[in-house]
Nanobody, 124 residues
């Protein structure tokens, strides 16, 4: 079983930046796409960004394109989400997840292994 542990969340002012990290450990797996999703209070969990195992392809929700960058370092078993120009509407719990597919996964239902989440709060 794979374990995912997120870190890097916190409180930041609008326009600021944060970098989230997700360390994955446990049984060895290969080929799995991964991603970041978020859930704001009272809202559904939504896709933010996804990346393939080989780090060659990525995808973003329209709301974060041009501001967020997803990356991964398999040698360190770590995935990252660099978040720039943060806005109050980015406030949410951010989850690291592994997809059940090899290809990029851009919907919540394609992910089946989750971390515990890390809170990101952006003040105006």
């Amino acid at each position: 079983q794979v374990q995912l542990v997120e870190s890097g969340g916190g409180l930041v002012q609008a326009g600021g930046s944060l970098r989230l990290s997700c360390v994955y450990s446990g049984r060895t797996f290969s080929g799995g796409a991964m991603g970041w999703l978020r859930q704001a209070p009272g809202k559904e969990r939504e896709f933010v960004a996804g990346i393939t195992w080989d780090d060659l392809n990525s995808d973003y929700a329209d709301s974060v394109k041009g501001r967020f960058i997803i990356s991964r370092d398999n040698a360190k078993n770590t995935m990252y989400l660099q978040m720039n120009s943060l806005q109050p509407e980015d406030t949410a719990v951010y989850y690291c997840a592994i997809a059940s597919t090899l290809a990029l996964a851009a919907t919540r239902n394609e992910y089946d292994t989750w971390g515990q989440g890390t809170q990101v709060t952006v003040s105006s």
